[in-house]
């Protein structure tokens, strides 16, 4: 059988969770959360600005005779705003 610490130890079911009870253990929680919202921001930025980029390339590709000149326009200043 084990017990406790030896599920701490191993990273078990009781891991982390486990010292909920214990002081600090929500502020350590609330640091890892703000941590990964903040990961998430910037995951999204960066999404956003591949996006644009796409969209740029895509308009620079197409063949010239069919290209819109005001869609080329407007993507690049899309992502001139994104810097």
């Given at each position: 059988?084990?017990?406790?610490?030896?599920?701490?130890?191993?990273?078990?079911?009781?891991?982390?969770?486990?010292?909920?009870?214990?002081?600090?253990?929500?502020?350590?929680?609330?640091?890892?959360?703000?941590?990964?919202?903040?990961g998430?921001?910037?995951?999204?930025?960066?999404?956003?600005?591949l996006?644009?980029?796409?969209?740029?390339?895509?308009?620079?590709?197409?063949?010239?005779?069919?290209r819109?000149?005001?869609?080329?326009?407007?993507?690049?200043?899309?992502?001139?705003?994104?810097?």
């Amino acid at each position: 059988m084990t017990t406790d610490d030896d599920n701490r130890r191993r990273g078990g079911r009781l891991g982390r969770l486990g010292r909920l009870g214990r002081s600090g253990a929500d502020d350590d929680l609330r640091r890892r959360v703000a941590e990964l919202e903040e990961g998430m921001a910037e995951c999204r930025r960066l999404n956003q600005r591949l996006s644009e980029v796409l969209d740029v390339m895509v308009e620079i590709l197409v063949p010239a005779v069919d290209r819109d000149e005001d869609r080329l326009r407007a993507a690049l200043e899309r992502l001139d705003a994104t810097r």
